[in-house]
């Protein structure tokens, strides 16, 4: 328990990298950044593991549905649907909208796993979220006025649903395969997928010509939130589970705030503090819950 709740902060922190350098990288077109980050993430991971990727071909092709979709939602749109999303909101409401997925992926399991989820999961789930909720907004939605919708945080449901159904995904049937060739493979097939896609970007808004800010960003999206944090989360659901591991994204607004105060210099108030408070607790709850809480 111990070592995948490690898994899952850096996961957290690496995510959060993963909004704060969309948002500031925004000029480019969502599909741009999504297909750049990711035949980037494959030419790195070639080297090392085209060779197990390839002894284990058989493997893939038994498994290829469950693989193809553990690819589609986790890797090929969920940050799609993020890069999308900073297009029209900020990085502050795509961070508390992904706090809906632990939610989301605990449903899930309740009901498509089986998994069995004591009240003090279910409680801590609430705690943190509600402590996300209150981190940014500043803590308008205590007073009732809550935050206005836009097409952004209506693409970031797609998001939410993907990664929701990724976390079950991985924790059915990632443990089948071998972790560096899985997410090598996963990163080319993505690449693939997504050629219609930005052939028609491009084709309508023009072919980008990204400066060194955005190679830059592309570089740290590509090492960190593709591989990096893609292999502890995956490590991390297969020793927690995917309700448990799920629930730590959120911290993801605290980490996104805390970021966003360092990088662009915005002011931390007593609402982010409160919050962050808040979501603490709630994580804690859920990652120390014992099997006698479980029914």
């Known amino acids: 328990m111990l070592r995948g709740s490690l898994f899952m902060i850096l996961v957290v922190l690496f995510y959060s990298g993963n909004i704060l350098t969309g948002k500031a990288i925004n000029d480019l077109p969502p599909f741009t950044i999504a297909f750049m980050r990711l035949l980037f993430a494959f030419l790195l991971l070639a080297p090392f593991a085209w060779r197990t990727a390839w002894e284990y071909r058989a493997l893939f092709i038994e498994k290829r549905r469950p693989f193809f979709w553990m690819t589609i939602t986790g890797v090929t749109f969920f940050n799609t649907f993020i890069y999308a999303s900073l297009q ?43 402590g996300a909720l209150v981190v940014v907004t500043e803590g308008a939605i205590v007073t009732g006025s809550g935050m206005g919708w836009n097409p952004g945080d209506v693409l970031m449901i797609g998001a939410v649903l993907c990664w929701s159904a990724y976390s079950l995904l991985v924790k059915t049937y990632m443990s089948h395969f071998p972790a560096f060739a899985a997410v090598l493979v996963m990163n080319g097939l993505s690449v693939v997928i997504l050629l219609p896609f930005i052939a028609a970007e491009w084709f309508l808004l023009g072919i980008p010509e990204p400066g060194v800010p955005e190679a830059v960003g592309i570089a740290y999206l590509a090492i960190f939130p593709s591989i990096i944090a893609l292999l502890l989360f995956n490590k991390a659901v297969g020793e927690m589970g995917a309700a448990k591991a799920s629930v730590f994204l959120n911290l993801l607004p605290v980490f996104t705030m805390a970021g966003a105060a360092a990088w662009l210099n915005e002011i931390v108030r007593l609402p982010h503090v409160a919050g962050a408070l808040i979501v603490m607790m709630g994580v804690w709850m859920t990652a120390s819950s014992k099997g006698k809480d479980k029914k």
């Open 88 to 130: 029209f909101t900020t990085a502050s409401n795509v961070a508390v909208l992904e706090t809906a997925i632990p939610a989301v992926t605990i449903l899930l399991a309740a009901l498509l796993l089986r998994e069995k989820l004591g009240w003090r999961q279910w409680t801590g789930a609430a705690v943190s979220g509600a």
